[in-house]
C-alpha cells in the first residue's frame, strides 16, 4: 500500500535532495573553465526548481554562469572590465556559494511556490482584456456617429457613391483622394453641410 505523504513531508525531502546535490556539485569544482562551467550549469538547474531570479541565490548562479560562459566563448581566462570574472575568483566563489545555500535550506528549507505573482498576473489580464474592450466599444461608437452624420448629410445615391470609391482596392493614399474628390464632386455646397452636421453634433465633442 502506498504511504501518502505530507506536502511538509514531502519539502523536507526535497530540501534534503537539494542539500546533496548541492554537495556534490561543490565537491567536484575545479580550477578549470570546462570544468567549471559544467558545475555551475548543474548548479543553476538545480536552484531553478525552487528559486526564481528575484532571489539572492539563483541571482547569484546566474551571474556565475554569465561570467563563465563569457570565458568560454571567448576563449580566455580573465575578462578585466568584469568584477570577479576570472577563472580564479569563479572557483572560489563556486566552491563557497553552495555551502551559503545549504546552510539556509539547513535553517529555512527551500521556499514555497509564490502564488502572489499568478495572481497579479491574473488581475493584469483581467484588466488588459478590460480596456480592450473598453476601446472597441467606444470605437464602435464613434463610426456609427459618422455614419448617422453622413447619412442625414448626403443624399442616398450620394452615400452609394462614396460606398464604392470606399470598397475599392487601392492604396490607401489613393483611396483617401478619391473620396475627397468625390464629396467635392457633388458641389462645395454639400461638402460644407456634411462639416457643419459634424461639428455642430454635441456628440462629436466627447470623441475628440
Not at 558545475?39 to 556565475?64: G, V, W
Amino acid at each position: 500500500m502506498a504511504v501518502i505523504k505530507s506536502p511538509t513531508q514531502i519539502r523536507e525531502e526535497q530540501a534534503r535532495g537539494l542539500i546533496s546535490l548541492l554537495e556534490t556539485i561543490k565537491g567536484e569544482v575545479k580550477e578549470d573553465k570546462e570544468s567549471l562551467r559544467s558545475c555551475i550549469l548543474s548548479l543553476n538547474s538545480a536552484l531553478e526548481r525552487y528559486y526564481t531570479l528575484h532571489d539572492t541565490p539563483l541571482a547569484t548562479a546566474d551571474r556565475l554562469k554569465r561570467n563563465i560562459l563569457v570565458l568560454c566563448r571567448k576563449n580566455c581566462n580573465e575578462i578585466k572590465s568584469e568584477l570577479r570574472c576570472n577563472v580564479k575568483n569563479i572557483t572560489d566563489d563556486t566552491k563557497d556559494f553552495p555551502i551559503s545555500v545549504i546552510e539556509e535550506v539547513k535553517a529555512l528549507g527551500i521556499p514555497t511556490p509564490k502564488q502572489k505573482s499568478t495572481q497579479d498576473n491574473s488581475v493584469n489580464i483581467n484588466t488588459t482584456v478590460t480596456q480592450s474592450q473598453n476601446q472597441n466599444q467606444k470605437q464602435s461608437q464613434e463610426v456609427n456617429l459618422f455614419v448617422d452624420l453622413l447619412k442625414n448629410s448626403l443624399a442616398p445615391y450620394q452615400l452609394e457613391e462614396l460606398k464604392e470609391v470606399a470598397k475599392a482596392d487601392m492604396p490607401a493614399s489613393e483611396k483617401r483622394q478619391n473620396l475627397m474628390d468625390k464629396i467635392l464632386s457633388f458641389g462645395s455646397n454639400v461638402g460644407a453641410s456634411v462639416l457643419a452636421n459634424i461639428l455642430t453634433n454635441p456628440a462629436v465633442y466627447s470623441c475628440l
